[in-house]
């Protein structure tokens, strides 16, 4: 397998695999060491698509390797989605979330030799008005957090959590509530007021906001949560539990399982978070799962297909 490896030069831990010279090359020993011969390059995170879509039109790669956070595996993956080129997670972000559910190693060494014993599947992408996404979407609460959090990041604050915290009390303020329209592909709609929306490609286990595992990631639907009440003390309520970590689904959402559905809203634009990163979107928004359109290179420690379709 001929890999592209592009590293985001704005990755969680660029700097540390990067304090003995140039991370590109600690990156290419390390995949060489590995048994792979892979071309590296370190790209700022605006140009993320556009490359792993030119590698895509050269036919030259196998696979394209996100080496950064899910926001970096994001951007390949949208590029990605639909063709014969496989992708690789290189976990070098703050979180990593795809790449734990892939079961792939954090340390860059154990990495890189996973992905040279890796079998490249069929797993599932999901998308949200033509943006696609490999973890999850949402809409309220949490995108609202992270907007302001990077608004004050870049005005007041240098560190993150600070920033978070300020930003929860300013978004606290206001407890955003929306009043949604939810119809599903099985013909079911929904009305509700709730302060959050949590979809993901494919179902979550029963916490949410840590680091939620998905049981499959090939089963071909999306994981629709969403909290059940609305007001400043369930909001409130709901907020200080995803910042302990404590969110239950049993206690603090609904949820079904779907294959798509279109949410309405009297608001002319929302804040949608998918994969972390934040963007306005206009209703009605059209969610769907893309099953078994994205080609991931999985490590030998994968376990979470449920199909028994063979490797692709």
């Not at 809409?139 to 929860?168: C, D, S």
């Not at 071909?220 to 409130?236: H, Q």
């Amino acid at each position: 397998m001929r890999p592209l490896v592009l590293i985001n030069d704005a990755a969680g831990v660029i700097q540390k695999i990067g304090a003995d010279g140039d991370p590109t090359e600690r990156v290419r020993a390390a995949m060489e060491k590995a048994g792979l011969t892979a071309i590296v390059r370190l790209v700022k995170p605006p140009r993320m698509t556009e490359e792993a879509r030119r590698a895509v039109a050269a036919r030259e790669f196998d696979a394209v390797v996100a080496g950064g956070g899910d926001g970096t595996v994001n951007c390949v993956a949208s590029a990605l989605v639909g063709t014969n080129v496989a992708l690789g997670a290189l976990p070098l972000g703050t979180l990593n979330h795809f790449a734990k559910n892939l079961g792939m190693p954090l340390p860059l060494d154990e990495a890189c030799a996973a992905l040279a014993r890796a079998t490249v599947r069929n797993l599932d992408a999901a998308e949200i008005g033509g943006h696609v996404f490999v973890n999850n979407a949402s809409i309220g609460l949490y995108p609202r957090l992270v907007g302001n959090r990077e608004e004050l990041q870049r005005r007041r604050f240098r560190t993150k959590w600070l920033a978070m915290i300020f930003a929860a009390l300013g978004v606290l303020r206001r407890f955003p509530s929306l009043r949604v329209r939810i119809r599903t592909d099985d013909g079911r709609t929904i009305l509700r007021d709730t302060s959050f929306i949590f979809v993901g490609n494919n179902r979550y286990e029963f916490t949410l906001l840590a680091v939620g595992a998905r049981p499959c990631l090939d089963r071909g639907e999306l994981g629709l949560y969403f909290a059940g009440r609305a007001g400043r003390f369930a909001t409130v309520r709901l907020a200080l539990r995803a910042l302990l970590g404590r969110l239950e689904q049993a206690r603090d959402f609904e949820s079904m399982s779907v294959r798509e559905f279109t949410l309405e809203t009297g608001r002319r634009r929302l804040h949608v978070a998918t994969d972390g990163e934040v963007r306005k979107l206009a209703p009605p928004l059209h969610f769907r799962s893309r099953p078994g359109e994205l080609r991931v290179m999985a490590p030998p420690t994968f376990r979470a297909a449920c199909r028994e379709d063979q490797p692709a």
